[in-house]
T-cell receptor, first 112, second 112 residues
C-alpha cells in the first residue's frame, strides 16, 4: 500500500541539476516528506525532509507543492557519485510512525 | 561525530550456524531500528528497540530471530540456525527519539 509514487528511473548529465519527482496525493496534514538515497552496496543515506515549506541543505533542495500532493528533490549539480536509488517516504515525524517504507524508488544514473 | 557503526560488514555462515550482527548507534541516540534487504528487494522493517526494551518486533520472523539493546554496549541482532533464505543485507538505523533515522553501512550475511 504505497503512499508515494516515483518514476522507476531517470538519467542526468554530470554537472546539471537533477529533478526527482514524487507524488504523495494522500499525504495527511502531519506527515513529512523524507528523502533517502542508497548508493550501491551502501546503507541508506538521509538527504532532507520537509513538511510544507521548501527546504535546502548542503546536499539538496526539496520543493513541496502548495497542496502538498507532490514534491521534487533537486540535486543542483549532479556528480557521478550521486548515482543511486532515491527514495521518497512520507511519515509523521516525532511519533510512533517509525517504520520507514522503502518502495522501489527512482534509480538515478548520472552520466559523464 | 561517528555515524552508525555495524560489524561485521560481511559474514559468512553455513546452514545451521548462528549469526550475530552488531550495531552501535550514533552518539546520543537511544533508539535503534533493524531493517533487512533481500537481494533485489527494498528494505523491510524488522524491529525497533530502545535501551533494554523491544518496542516493536512485528517485522521480525517469529522463530530463530531475536534482538536486544542492552544498557551497555551495542544492539545485537541474532539469527539462530541460519538458512539460505537468511542471506541478505541487514541495516541498522538510529535516532535520538522518534525522529530522523540515520543508517549504518550494513552487514551482508551469506549463508552457504
Amino acid at each position: 500500500d504505497a503512499k508515494t509514487t516515483q518514476p522507476p528511473s531517470m538519467d542526468c548529465a554530470e554537472g546539471r541539476a537533477a529533478n526527482l519527482p514524487c507524488n504523495h496525493s494522500t499525504i495527511s496534514g502531519n506527515e513529512y516528506v523524507y528523502w533517502y538515497r542508497q548508493i550501491h552496496s551502501q546503507g541508506p543515506q538521509y538527504i532532507i525532509h520537509g513538511l510544507k515549506n521548501n527546504e535546502t541543505n548542503e546536499m539538496a533542495s526539496l520543493i513541496i507543492t502548495e497542496d502538498r500532493k507532490s514534491s521534487t528533490l533537486i540535486l543542483p549539480h549532479a556528480t557521478l557519485r550521486d548515482t543511486a536509488v532515491y527514495y521518497c517516504i512520507v511519515r509523521v515525524a516525532g511519533s510512533n510512525d517509525y517504520k520507514l517504507s522503502f518502495g522501489a524508488g527512482t534509480t538515478v544514473t548520472v552520466r559523464a | 561525530n561517528a555515524g552508525v557503526m555495524q560489524n561485521p560488514r560481511h559474514l559468512v555462515r553455513r546452514r545451521g550456524q548462528e549469526a550475530r550482527l552488531r550495531c552501535s548507534p550514533m552518539k546520543g541516540h537511544s533508539h535503534v531500528y533493524w531493517y533487512r534487504q533481500l537481494p533485489e528487494e527494498g528494505l523491510k522493517f524488522m524491529v525497533y528497540l530502545q535501551k533494554e526494551n523491544i518496542i516493536d518486533e512485528s517485522g521480525m520472523p517469529k522463530e530463530r530471530f531475536s534482538a536486544e539493546f542492552p544498557k551497555e554496549g551495542p544492539s545485537i541482532l541474532r539469527i539462530q540456525q541460519v538458512v539460505r533464505g537468511d542471506s541478505a543485507a541487514y541495516f541498522c538505523a538510529s535516532s535520538p527519539a522518534s525522529e530522523t533515522q540515520y543508517f549504518g553501512p550494513g552487514t551482508r550475511l551469506l549463508v552457504l
